[in-house]
Nanobody, 122 residues
Framework: QVQLVDSGGDLVQAGGSLRLSCAAS???????MGWFRQAPGKEREFVAA????????LYADSVKGRFAISRDNAKGTVYLQMNSLKPEDTAVYYC????????????????WGQGTQVTVSS
């Protein structure tokens, strides 16, 4: 069983920065971790993913150059550094774990955190 606890969401002005954290227990199940987001009335969308071992990353085009995903293997924690935030980044952000490697489809991720709210004001 993998348990994920995500945190770090907040209200921030446009142009600001936030760092989200996802603490994973039982992570030996997973080969990669991802961040997704869901805005009201919209489908959940992929943001970024990272492999635990190699640190290889994958990003959605909408966040490339602004967001950075990283991991601390010793702590079993994955981070999402979000810079140059825009109002359209407003959403509930979820971390997720997969055993199937890097990927952008929510369907390949088995375990999910509870979500953390990010609100970017204009």
């Amino acid at each position: 069983q993998v348990q994920l606890v995500d945190s770090g969401g907040d209200l921030v002005q446009a142009g600001g920065s936030l760092r989200l954290s996802c603490a994973a227990s039982g992570r030996t199940f997973s080969s990669a971790m991802g961040w997704f987001r869901q805005a009201p009335g919209k489908e959940r969308e992929f943001v970024a993913a990272i492999r635990w071992t190699s640190g290889s990353t994958l990003y959605a085009d909408s966040v490339k150059g602004r967001f950075a995903i990283s991991r601390d293997n010793a702590k079993g924690t994955v981070y999402l550094q979000m810079n140059s935030l825009k109002p359209e980044d407003t959403a509930v952000y979820y971390c997720a774990a997969t055993a199937y490697g890097l990927g952008s489809s929510p369907s390949q991720y088995v375990y999910w955190g509870q979500g953390t709210q990010v609100t970017v004001s204009s």
